[in-house]
Antibody, heavy 120, light 111 residues
Framework: EVQLLGSGGGLVQRGGSLRLSCVVS????????MSWVRQAPGTGLEWVAS????????SYADSVRGRFTISRDNSKNTVYLQMNSLRDEDTAVYYC?????????????WGQGILVTVSP | QSVLTQPPSVSGAPGQRVTISCTGS?????????AHWYQQLPGTAPKLLIY???NRPSGVPDRYSGSRSGTSASLAITGLQAEDEADYYC???????????FGGGTRLTVL
């Protein structure tokens, strides 16, 4: 059974930092890209960042580039999102998600969601 | 403004058929990866419903179907049930933006 378990959220002051983690199981971790997708309160889904299976290739949404860093530790089956210089608009539920395949670029499994709240 | 455009809401009575549209461009929906659809029930994580325009993951009922025509995609739900009431999102990979993009979401209400 595929499982994605996120952690690390909470309340942080504007300008602060936070690191999210997502531990996965049930599939060959190194064979798949991983992503973070967020959802601000009452709004839709927004892709944040992605990392390839080896960890060498990363991509970021314009809204977070230069402030957030996605990485992975394949020995721990874990993907991370380091968030720096946090802004009010970064308040959201953050989901880690598995990229289905290189042929489809869809997200076939999702974590439970991690709440991040940035306070003024 | 989302890169992919969806209607904010649709509704239908139990047993009816509804469709949700998703309009994009040649750099996303028309691309080789196609369009994908997710269902998000209140307070839960999104769930993949359709991938590659028309493929259903294992366990997704055949009441859900997808299609693509040019730079637009559609999700159809037949035999509408109360449990279908949720938010639905389309998604694609945009080769020009080099980004994964979502539609703004469509709220389905079962009357």
């Amino acid at each position: 059974e595929v499982q994605l378990l996120g952690s690390g959220g909470g309340l942080v002051q504007r300008g602060g930092s936070l690191r999210l983690s997502c531990v996965v199981s049930g599939f060959s971790f190194t064979s798949y890209g991983m992503s973070w997708v967020r959802q601000a309160p009452g709004t839709g889904l927004e892709w944040v960042a992605s990392v390839g299976g080896s960890g060498a290739d990363t991509s970021y949404a314009d809204s977070v580039r230069g402030r957030f860093t996605i990485s992975r530790d394949n020995s721990k089956n874990t993907v991370y999102l380091q968030m720096n210089s946090l802004r009010d608009e970064d308040t959201a539920v953050y989901y880690c998600a598995k990229v289905q395949s290189v042929n489809y670029q869809s997200f076939d499994y999702w974590g439970q969601g991690i709440l991040v709240t940035v306070s003024p | 403004q989302s890169v992919l455009t969806q209607p904010p809401s649709v509704s239908g009575a139990p047993g009816q058929r509804v469709t949700i549209s998703c309009t994009g461009s040649s750099s996303n929906i028309w691309e080789q990866y196609g369009a994908h659809w997710y269902q998000q029930l209140p307070g839960t994580a999104p769930k993949l419903l359709i991938y590659g325009n028309l493929n259903r993951p294992s366990g997704v009922p055949d009441r859900y179907s997808g299609s693509r025509s040019g730079t637009s995609a559609s999700l159809a739900i037949t035999g509408l049930q109360a449990e279908d009431e949720a938010d639905y999102y389309c998604q694609a990979y945009d080769s020009s933006l080099r980004a994964w993009v979502f539609g703004g979401g469509t709220r389905l209400t079962v009357l």
